[in-house]
Nanobody
Framework: QVQLVESGGGLVQAGGSLRLSCAAS????????MGWYRQAPGKQRALVAS???????NYADSVKGRFIISRDNAKNTVYLQMNSLKPEDTGVYYC???????WGQGTQVTVSS
């Protein structure tokens, strides 16, 4: 099973930026889809962005134009560049891979107003 480890979360003011990283313990080149999900306080986990092995990308409407997902197969890492952050972006961000359905442990992002 692929182990996923997220990093890069933290506390940032509204309008700021963060870059999240998801490092996999094995090769991600054969993983069809990898994604970032967010769980806000009191809410269900929801898709933020996903990217396929063919670089097909999908974003939640709320982050379009602000977030960028990318994958580096050579480094077995998926990134989420988050710009123009808003307080409603606050939550725990989880990395996901679709082949075995593995999740990372999550990284907290807090955006202050």
């Amino acid at each position: 099973q692929v182990q996923l480890v997220e990093s890069g979360g933290g506390l940032v003011q509204a309008g700021g930026s963060l870059r999240l990283s998801c490092a996999a313990s094995g090769s991600i080149s054969s993983i069809y889809r990898m994604g970032w999900y967010r769980q806000a306080p009191g809410k269900q986990r929801a898709l933020v962005a996903s990217i396929t092995s063919g670089d097909n990308i999908n974003y939640a409407d709320s982050v379009k134009g602000r977030f960028i997902i990318s994958r580096d197969n050579a480094k077995n890492t998926v990134y989420l560049q988050m710009n123009s952050l808003k307080p409603e972006d606050t939550g725990v961000y989880y990395c996901y891979e679709s082949n075995l359905g593995s999740w990372g442990q999550g990284t907290q992002v807090t955006v202050s107003s």
